[in-house]
């Protein structure tokens, strides 16, 4: 099970820090996904992180601004997001899988979290 929290009301420029905290032993074994999805669109790649923590991955719209961690002593992962933009605004959801390739298709994803709100005002 995976729970998301940190999302919010940002001004544009703004920061915030989201977490998906995982229940279950095998955390350590999934690499992990930060997906958003705006309204009537399909859920969109963000960024993700593998086993080993120092490889990550980031759609290009993100880069230099997102980073994605993660911290397998305390079953969680976070994605702090920096000079956040209008177009960040979205549900963001975080998925967990088996390591391997595709880890920028949502739909390889195993287990999902319920989502968290993020709102960017310009």
């Known amino acids: 099970q995976l729970v998301e929290s940190g999302g919010g009301m940002v001004q544009a420029g703004g920061s915030l820090r989201l977490s998906c905290a995982a229940s279950?032993?095998?955390?350590?074994?999934?690499?992990l996904g930060w997906f958003r999805q705006t309204p009537g669109n399909e859920r969109k790649f963000v960024a993700a992180?593998?086993?080993?923590?120092?490889?990550?991955w980031y759609t290009d719209s993100v880069k230099g601004r997102f980073s994605i961690t993660r911290d397998n002593a305390k079953n969680t992962a976070f994605l702090q997001m920096n000079n956040l933009k209008f177009e960040d605004t979205a549900v963001y959801y975080c998925g967990a899988r088996e390591p391997g390739t595709g880890l920028t298709y949502y739909t390889s994803y195993r287990y999902w979290g319920q989502g968290t709100q993020v709102t960017v005002s310009s």
């Open positions: 279950g032993p095998s955390f350590s074994n999934y690499a």
């Open positions: 992180i593998g086993v080993s923590a120092g490889s990550t």
